[in-house]
């Protein structure tokens, strides 16, 4: 029997159409990798929904299908990597059915497993909240890259998977804000889409 404390996130609770309801609920679960049997892990405390087709900051927006977004029409549950800026390598999780191109850009966490290799990765000599605290340099903390886009998170031998450790986070735990870095997408921009966890000092910076 699974241990009730610490399992994998089913496929159903990323099948649901609520992108929003599943941002704020992905608070408090943990994102694990494993490569090359190096395992790492954090907690999420921050992340932004995504909502095609009515979202205007959502790549998926009017249902736009391309190589790199096709991945977000299929079922949710999977990976969605992209390149920001030709540098940073951005870790989505798909949500909702077929042909609901939703998703949550994980922005943050907050180190708990093998912080050492994070380290590593990132060229940090010791630990600081710069380390995970924004979705580019989470990213590289945790060896995920482009690469990892189409991953199935639910497959027993994904290199890249969430767990829900028994932590909740109440409504008044969380701080709703507007996006980052889409000014771009009209009246969209303003929607308060972006969930931390309040007074966590490993989210990043307000806008």
Same mark, same amino acid.
């Given at each position: 029997?699974?241990?009730?404390? *610490? ?10 159409? &609520?992108?929003?309801?599943? *941002? ?8 694990? =990798?494993?490569?090359? !049997? ?15 087709? &009515? ?18 029409? #299929?079922?949710? #549950? ?7 800026? @030709? ?8 949500? !909702? #059915?077929? &042909? ?11 180190? /708990? ?13 010791? /630990?600081?909240?710069?380390?995970? %605290?924004?979705?580019? /340099? ?6 995920? =890259? ?5 991953? &199935? ?12 450790? @028994? ?15 889409? %000014?771009? %997408? ?22």
């Amino acid at each position: 029997m699974a241990d009730p404390v *610490s399992v994998r996130l089913p496929r159903s609770f990323f099948l649901r159409n &609520d992108v929003v309801q599943i *941002s704020k609920e992905l608070l408090g679960k943990y994102l694990l =990798t494993n490569f090359d !049997g190096t395992l790492c892990a954090g907690k999420i405390v921050e992340t932004e929904a995504y909502r095609g087709p &009515d979202d205007k900051a959502c790549h998926a927006y009017n249902n736009r299908r391309t190589e790199r977004t096709k991945i977000m029409f #299929g079922q949710g #549950g999977f990976a969605y990597v992209y390149l920001c800026y @030709g540098i940073h390598h951005l870790f989505n999780v798909v949500t !909702g #059915g077929i &042909d609901e191109p939703h998703a949550v850009l994980i922005r943050a966490i907050e180190p /708990v497993e093998n912080t050492a290799e994070m380290l590593v990765r990132r060229g940090f000599p010791q /630990v600081k909240p710069q380390l995970t %605290a924004g979705p580019g /340099v989470m990213s590289k903390a945790l060896g995920i =890259t482009t690469q990892h886009t189409g991953i &199935d998170l639910l497959h027993p031998d994904s290199p890249i998977w969430i767990e829900d450790r @028994g932590t909740t986070i109440k409504e008044n735990e969380r701080i709703a804000s507007p996006r980052v870095g889409v %000014a771009y %997408a009209a009246e969209c921009a303003l929607w308060d889409w972006r969930f931390r966890i309040k007074g966590s000092s490993w989210t990043s910076k307000a806008k």
